[in-house]
């Protein structure tokens, strides 16, 4: 009986994740311990995972997830982690070479990527792919965040779309629910980081830019484009020139 017990005890224990013990597969592997790895897969293998590899992060990307390396060796690499840096290096390739896309890792130690398309890289006509509507929506909140150092209280931000009739506590449209659209999905998509103010009462949240906003976008385009509106030089606002000129020479 208490065998039976202790029994059910350890199967009712939750499960740890394989997350820790990943980590120890791809950092303490030596190039001999994949090289011996390597050699218990067949070419036409390791071709097929890097293929369906490839297929999942183009699924994840129809939506603008970022991906997570912990998923792609849950849900594809699976017995085949251990040769994962080897996979990893032909699927960008692939992307560069078939598809034109270049995969970028946004977060080397939650290890997130996304894809970037090279020949628009700096520009916005890749942002959000099909929905012209979603871009701009997301430049002008970019484009305030960015004029107001780096970080723009929500009520800023509102009240500049308010000016724009695109109001947070309407249904929209075209956005339908907009305040949705911008804490959730621009959120998930890493273009807009939604952070809470410590210390404050009533709650307030801030908006930053997102990993992804800074890979894909042109800091330097962005504050040409805001001159243009006010009918002034990029150089008339000394810190944000001085911020994008350094980031593109960084690019």
Request: glycine share 4%.
């Amino acid at each position: 009986m208490s065998q039976r017990k202790k029994t059910s005890a350890s199967q009712s224990k939750p499960q740890r994740t394989n997350e820790n013990e990943d980590e120890m597969t791809f950092s303490q592997m030596t190039s001999s311990q994949v090289q011996r790895a390597r050699e218990n897969f067949a070419s036409v293998q390791i071709d097929r995972k890097v293929a369906e590899v490839v297929q999942f992060i183009l699924v994840k990307d129809q939506k603008k997830i970022p991906v997570r390396r912990a998923d792609i060796v849950k849900h594809v690499m699976k017995e085949y982690k251990v040769i994962y840096l080897e996979v990893m290096n032909r699927v960008r390739r692939t992307f560069e070479q078939v598809f034109g896309l270049k995969l970028e890792e946004i977060d080397t130690k939650n290890h997130i990527y996304i894809l970037i398309n090279k020949l628009e890289a700096g520009g916005t006509v890749s942002m959000c792919p099909g929905n012209p509507g979603k871009t701009g929506l997301l430049f002008v909140i970019l484009s305030i965040i960015f004029m107001k150092g780096g970080v723009a209280k929500e009520n800023l931000v509102w009240n500049t779309l308010k000016k724009l009739r695109v109001d947070p506590r309407e249904k929209h449209d075209e956005f339908c629910d907009v305040k949705k659209l911008v804490t959730d999905e621009f959120v998930r998509q890493k273009y807009l980081e939604y952070v809470r103010i410590p210390h404050t009462e009533p709650v307030e949240f801030e908006f930053r830019w997102g990993l992804r906003a800074d890979i894909e976008l042109s800091k330097l385009k962005l504050l040409e484009f805001v001159a243009e509106l006010h009918d002034q030089d990029p150089q008339s606002w000394t810190q944000q020139f001085r911020e994008a000129s350094a980031s593109e020479s960084r690019t």
